[in-house]
């Protein structure tokens, strides 16, 4: 029973992770514009994301451009957008091998063999964490150096953008989630003896039980 449960609430936080990893990958708030002057009052704000860059005017309308080509973007974008996928790709192969391993389906009747696919499913879960990772401390890191850099432009300066932090917590349920599946383990429903019964008394022809029955 505690295994089940380890299981459920591995596979939930894995669940609760791949739609947050989703929707950060969707989102277009990698990069925020940074308010760094004395004048606080812009016109408008810049996005910066994956797929595309919006403007946000002042009045509250927003005009959206998806990116043109992928070999004009920076390699901090590409490097993300191909991590990103990948990752979302393993998370639902990860979901479909959680699934056919867990204890309450019976696609598979061994309950070692399930346990192991149940594991196998929390380190696909662990390294589709790994990969959304890394392109979140890159661009982390990137956004970061240009602020302080003083030959990037007051205009050019970005902040992390509401996606990193998203991804972030996205990465924290994969990474929680794929290690308590990794510690499922099988039901100890099998004990390590057997049990022996005795053979049934058998009454003899003149109608009485044999003797060495009793002894």
């Known amino acids: 029973m505690a295994s089940a449960a380890l299981e459920l ?11 947050l990893e989703m ?21 408008q704000t810049i996005w910066d994301g994956l797929w595309m860059s919006c403007a946000v ?24 957008r191909a991590l990103t996928v990948i990752s979302s790709v393993l998370c639902v192969v990860g979901l479909m091998v959680v699934i056919a391993g867990a204890q309450c389906t019976n696609c598979i009747k061994t309950e070692s063999v399930k346990a192991r696919v149940v594991n196998v499913g929390g380190v696909i879960y662990i390294i589709s964490a790994i990969f959304v990772l890394v392109p979140l401390c890159w661009m982390a890191n990137n956004i970061i150096s240009d602020f302080y850099n003083p030959q990037v432009p007051a205009s050019q300066k970005r902040e992390i953008g509401a996606a990193l932090y ?10 929680l989630g794929g290690s308590m599946l990794c510690c499922s383990c099988p039901s100890s429903g099998s004990s390590g003896y057997s049990a022996k019964y005795a053979p049934t008394k058998r009454a003899t022809s003149n109608g009485e039980y044999d003797k060495r029955n009793y002894v």
Do not use: R, Y
Not at 9 to 19: D, I
């Open 9 to 19: 609430l591995g596979l939930t936080l894995c669940v609760f992770g791949t739609l």
């Open 23 to 43: 929707t950060a990958c969707g989102l277009p708030t990698w990069k925020v514009t940074a308010f760094i002057e004395a004048n606080i009052v812009v016109a």
């Open 57 to 80: 005017q002042s009045t509250g309308q927003m005009q959206c451009k998806v990116h043109d080509s992928m070999l004009a973007l920076s390699h901090d974008l590409q490097a993300a």
């Open 166 to 175: 998203i991804g972030w917590a996205a990465t924290a349920m994969l990474l």
